[in-house]
């Protein structure tokens, strides 16, 4: 086994969990990171996952396949959605093609009014109320 490789940092804020990539990623790093986060939203009912990452992150081709498994598990651990605020386009493109097909609401922008919208219409199509 390969030494986790990827720095990153989870703050949970109310019902959204803030994921900080500060460097790039293999396989085993993404591993880390997805039992770091289901360790942070153990107990919330429901939850957006809010990815930020700076100019350094990277990945693998394992560690994208990887993510891609496990994305699966979000659902299923009370994830609503998914926002990605990424520093670069090869990394915005990157994202959105991981999570085509996932049936995941995900947004990624940079634009705070977007992201927040978005945000609203997640939490209130899960409370049942109207936007």
């Not at 990827?6 to 900080?20: D, L």
């Not at 790039?24 to 360790?39: K, Q, S, V, Y």
Request: aromatic share 10%.
């Amino acid at each position: 086994m390969n030494t986790p490789h990827g720095h990153f940092s989870i703050q949970v804020k109310g019902p959204i969990v803030h994921a900080y990539a500060y460097t790039p990623f293999n396989p085993e790093g993404i591993a880390r990171f997805f039992d770091e986060l289901f360790l942070q939203v153990d107990g919330l009912e429901s939850w957006i996952l809010f990815n930020h990452a700076s100019e350094e992150v990277g990945v693998t081709p394992e560690a994208i396949a990887l993510y891609k498994d496990s994305l699966a598990l979000l659902t299923s651990k009370g994830c609503l959605g998914v926002v990605s605020k990424l520093p670069n386009r090869m990394l915005s493109n990157l994202i959105r093609e991981i999570y085509e097909n996932t049936g995941i609401a995900q947004l990624t922008s940079n634009d705070p009014e977007e992201i927040d919208a978005f945000v609203k219409a997640l939490l209130a199509s899960h409370s049942g109320e109207g936007l």
